[in-house]
């Protein structure tokens, strides 16, 4: 069975740091862009970064740049998003997708081409 699984999710102080991992069963992550998604309640559903293939080529939100660093390791097939200084308003789920035949250069891709979701991990941010 093909899928993705998201941890390292949970409840951290404003100015704290979390880092999640997305884990593929199933298949080889190398080949494949990576996206972080997130979604806050009330909120539509919003890109954070993505990576490509080869770990070379990585985009961020604006809202997010400087602060959160995506990478990954294909020999462990996982890709990791470290997030620092996180702020009340990154309290949200987030999810890891998978797409071949994607790009992660001048834009991230959008959710819908990706072919792969995980069940997503929540994180709270708060004092």
């Known amino acids: 069975q093909l899928q993705l699984v998201e941890s390292g999710g949970g409840l951290v102080q404003p100015g704290g740091s979390l880092r999640l991992s997305c884990a593929a069963s199933?298949?080889?992550?190398?080949?494949?862009?990576i996206g972080w998604f997130r979604q806050a309640p009330g909120k539509e559903r919003e890109g954070v970064s993505c990576?490509?293939?080869?770990?070379?080529?990585?985009n961020y939100a604006d809202s997010v740049k400087g602060r959160f660093t995506i990478s990954r390791d294909n020999a462990k097939n996982t890709v990791y998003l470290q997030m620092n200084s996180l702020k009340p308003e990154d309290t949200a789920f987030y999810y890891c997708?998978?797409?071949?035949?994607?790009?992660?250069?001048?834009?991230?891709?959008?959710?819908?081409?990706?072919?792969?979701w995980g069940q997503g991990t929540q994180v709270t941010v708060s004092s």
């Open positions: 199933g298949f080889t992550l190398d080949g494949y862009v």
């Open positions: 997708l998978a797409g071949s035949l994607l790009a992660c250069i001048a834009t991230m891709p959008q959710e819908t081409d990706y072919d792969y």
């Open positions: 990576i490509n293939w080869s770990g070379g080529s990585t």
